[in-house]
């Protein structure tokens, strides 16, 4: 569009993440279809076959192969992408502990989707929290422009840190719904993601074993360097993964600067300031908590959001901050840690238990399996949860939002 920096097009979050990737000169793309995932893959090959991005597209027969593929070309020094949803992202399950271990770059989009059985193709969010400690970044999109604008961000990540990250958005809500995005210039794009520099050697004349058999203790390997063992590999990996907050951030921050529109890195507030009720949530489940916010302040009770943004590292310390005013938290998991409670829900009560910031946290799980959440039902949700606690100065027990048992 002669004379204008961008230009603005009506589209799904499938497309949205599509374009992401072609954006950032994906070199190998990899996929098996599943739903609600497919468009993405499908969108890339049409770039491919059309001309409009130089890569190869692999087909595979399986999501295990198609992880193999991107680890395979990720370690030979391609920008590699894929993605995936439900019992496909399971299925990937041991290859994403692989990935992470390797230290691979890789970027996925995680279309997600409740896991099977009974089979079910609508939105929750178990398939992505139930890989959360595989070893990847998590980062979880609130709408179509984010999810192209994370794509983005996350080989930017990855490519600093060399930990691989898992950007995920609602399966249906997102990804099969339209909206206005704004599409950035091809030369901005590249100047804010340079050409990946891959830290693995792959030189005839250098020959390297990669990801050998590795003992519990570090061992001299044949030229006598004292090399890690497995714990210290291990370690490091946790290390790079909680550090990364910074690069998360300030990733974010530059993106901001080059595009206009950042994302809060860690987290995203709504009404906040002054907040003394906060509903927490990841995804565009957070954002309609927003109009929930709005109308329990319309009904006098000083109401905020919290949105989680990354999921993996926890914002531990974003979020203390964040709650250190509120008297109470309300968190809505689309997923559960079975004979446990939510898992958002768990990690928030795990940071702010050694804190000063001590509000009431109580959990509630909804929307599994594409159950619709209203904004009436989080409003009734926050007022009977204020008078719980109002009444026994307690935390009240998890619940699960709009189940009919």
């Known amino acids: 569009m002669a004379g204008k920096k961008t230009e603005s097009l009506i589209i799904t979050g499938n497309q949205a993440a599509a374009i992401g990737a072609k954006m950032s000169r994906v070199q190998v793309i990899a ?207 946790q290390e790079a993964i909680e550090g990364c907050s910074e690069t998360i951030v300030a990733v974010d921050r530059e993106f901001g600067e080059t595009f206009g529109r950042s994302w809060g890195g860690m987290t995203w507030s709504y009404r906040l300031e002054d907040a003394d009720l906060i509903l927490m949530a990841a995804g565009s489940l957070a954002t ?34 964040a709650t250190s005013k509120a008297g109470l938290v309300l968190v809505f998991d689309k997923s559960i840690s079975y004979g446990n409670e939510g898992p958002i829900c768990s990690d928030l009560k795990s940071a702010l238990y050694r804190s000063k910031s001590r509000p009431v946290v109580h959990g509630y799980i909804c929307g599994l399996g594409g159950r619709d959440i209203k904004v009436r039902e989080l409003t009734e949700a926050a007022i009977r949860s204020l008078l719980w606690v109002r009444e026994t100065e307690s935390a009240k027990p998890t619940e699960w939002l709009n189940c009919q048992i």
């Not at 058999?213 to 890690?228: M, Y």
């Open 288 to 321: 309609q908590a927003t109009v929930a916010a709005d109308e329990l302040r319309a009904q006098g009770y000083r109401a905020g959001v919290l949105g989680l943004r990354v999921y993996r590292p926890f914002p531990k310390q974003d979020l203390i901050e």
């Open 31 to 237: 996929a098996y279809p599943i739903t609600p995932q497919s468009p993405v893959t499908e969108g890339l090959s049409q770039f491919v076959e059309m001309g409009e991005l130089k890569a190869e597209y692999v087909t595979v027969e399986s999501e295990h192969s198609a992880l193999s593929v991107c680890i395979t070309a990720s370690t030979v020094g391609a920008r590699a992408f894929t993605a995936t949803s439900a019992n496909g992202l399971a299925y990937m399950c041991e290859q994403l502990h692989w990935a992470a271990g390797a230290r691979l770059p890789l970027v996925l989009a995680c279309v997600n989707r409740a896991m099977a059985a009974p089979w079910n193709i609508l939105n929750d969010q178990q398939d992505a929290m139930s890989q959360r400690d595989t070893g990847w970044i998590q980062i979880y999109a609130r709408d179509n422009q984010e999810i192209l604008d994370s794509i983005i961000q996350a080989y930017k990540i990855a490519e600093t840190v060399y930990v691989p990250v898992m950007v995920c958005y609602d399966g249906y809500i997102l990804s099969h719904t339209v909206m206005p995005v704004e599409i950035p210039r091809q030369k901005d794009v590249d100047r804010f993601l340079p050409r990946y520099k891959p830290h693995t050697i792959l030189d005839p004349s250098d020959p390297r074993n990669l990801n050998q058999v590795t003992l519990a203790n570090p061992r001299l390997n044949s030229i006598g360097s004292l090399c890690h063992g497995y714990m210290e590999l291990r370690y490091l990996l």
